[in-house]
């Protein structure tokens, strides 16, 4: 069992920066890949971003360039750094916690956290 809680989100202006956090209990961090995913208003959810047990992280085209995602396992936290925000960035982003065997995904996620509001403004 992984219990998941992220942290950050919040009310942003565009062109701006946020940097989300997502703090992991129950098993031990070091044997879950971490991931972020976004859901915006009535679309599906969207990976973002993962990272493996080993530090190799994986980036779908459609993000790569203004997201970073970082873990720190000393903290078992896992990190999304994203960068010049857009209107349409706004969502729910979630952070998931899995097994790290699918490729190129890292998947599956099992453990989901219950998210956090990023809001941008134009």
């Known amino acids: 069992q992984v219990n998941l809680a992220e942290f950050g989100g919040g009310l942003v202006q565009a062109g701006g920066s946020l940097r989300l956090s997502c703090a992991a209990s129950?098993?031990?961090?070091?044997?879950?890949?971490m991931a972020w995913f976004r859901q915006k208003a009535r679309k599906s959810r969207e990976l973002i971003a993962a990272v493996r047990q080993s530090g190799t992280t994986f980036y779908p085209d459609s993000m790569k360039g203004r997201f970073t995602i970082s873990r720190d396992n000393a903290k078992n936290t896992v990190y999304l750094q994203i960068n010049a925000l857009k209107p349409e960035d706004t969502a729910i982003y979630y952070c998931?916690?899995?097994?790290?065997?699918?490729?190129?995904?890292?998947?599956?996620?099992?453990?989901w956290g219950q998210g956090t509001q990023v809001t941008v403004s134009a």
């Open positions: 998931a916690a899995g097994e790290g065997t699918d490729y190129p995904t890292f998947g599956p996620y099992n453990y």
């Open positions: 129950g098993r031990t961090f070091t044997t879950v890949a």
